[in-house]
Nanobody, 124 residues
Framework: QVHLVESGGGLVQAGGSLRLSCAAS????????MGWFRQAPGKEREFVAG????????YYADSVKGRFTISRDNAKNTVYLQMNSLKPEDTAVYYC?????????????????WGQGTQVTVSS
């Protein structure tokens, strides 16, 4: 059974940093593309960042480019999202996703498995 478990969310002031982690089990992690999505209250879920199975390709939403960094450690079956210079508009539930496609692209249909989400709140 596949499990993706996010951690690292919390409350932070604007300008601060957080690092989200997503631990995967039940999958051959090193073959999966991984992504982070987020959903703010009253809004649709949106792509944040993605990384290919090898880590060789990364993708970012324009709104987070230069502030967020996605990375992965295939030995630990874990993907990370380092978030710097956080803004109140980054407040959302952040979801980790894994896709057998392997590309780590920016559309939800590429992903087969989803975590339960972790809350990130940025105060002004």
């Amino acid at each position: 059974q596949v499990h993706l478990v996010e951690s690292g969310g919390g409350l932070v002031q604007a300008g601060g940093s957080l690092r989200l982690s997503c631990a995967a089990s039940g999958v051959t992690f090193s073959r999966y593309g991984m992504g982070w999505f987020r959903q703010a209250p009253g809004k649709e879920r949106e792509f944040v960042a993605g990384i290919s199975w090898s880590g060789g390709s990364t993708y970012y939403a324009d709104s987070v480019k230069g502030r967020f960094t996605i990375s992965r450690d295939n030995a630990k079956n874990t993907v990370y999202l380092q978030m710097n210079s956080l803004k109140p508009e980054d407040t959302a539930v952040y979801y980790c996703a894994g896709g057998r496609y392997g590309g780590g692209g920016n559309t939800a249909y590429e992903y087969d498995y989803w975590g339960q989400g972790t809350q990130v709140t940025v105060s002004s």
